[in-house]
């Protein structure tokens, strides 16, 4: 690869890395394509994407969007999981992938700025979606609003009651 592709190809991963919200670093040793078609498959529905790099080229383009702590995780076969939507979703393929077929090993990873171990991601993975967080809160919302409700409506008619006194 002359210096001029490899300086193209930073730029561009550069350029998606800077339009991602959140990136995980992986080692995807072990996948073969089969596998390797259906994580990409899978991490599209969640609308993420999925880039072989090298390293040193992955070490620029980093380093040209001023994201430090990544370069320990860079050896050995990488893979970088690229997300400008939700976080939650593409660690949740992450963590699901790994849990079904023991691949790609994740390493860290960069939650909207935020630097996040392997574990961590793991973690984040296993929480419950944003819609079922959601449902889980207005569920907790709507059981606490009918006690108050109905607290609101006996003082009512206390005062209504001491009013016609």
Request: proline share 4%; aromatic share 4%; net charge positive.
């Amino acid at each position: 690869m002359s210096k001029a592709e490899r300086q193209t190809e930073v730029e561009a991963l550069s350029q998606r890395i800077q339009a991602a919200h959140s990136l995980y670093v992986t080692d995807f040793s072990g996948l073969n394509v089969a596998r390797m078609t259906e994580f990409r498959r899978r991490l599209r529905a969640a609308g993420a994407n999925y880039v072989v790099v090298k390293n040193t080229l992955a070490q620029r383009a980093l380093a040209a969007n001023k994201i430090l702590g990544l370069d320990d995780h860079l050896a050995g076969p990488t893979g970088i999981v690229l997300t400008s939507k939700d976080p939650l979703s593409a660690a949740k393929v992450l963590a699901d992938f790994l849990k079904e077929f023991e691949k790609p090993a994740i390493r860290a990873g960069i939650v909207e700025g935020a630097p996040m171990t392997a574990a961590q991601i793991r973690r984040l993975g296993e929480l419950p979606s944003r819609e079922a967080l959601l449902a889980q809160l207005a569920g907790a919302l709507s059981g606490m609003l009918y006690p108050l409700v109905g607290a609101l409506e006996a003082l009512r008619e206390q005062r209504a009651a001491s009013a016609a006194s």
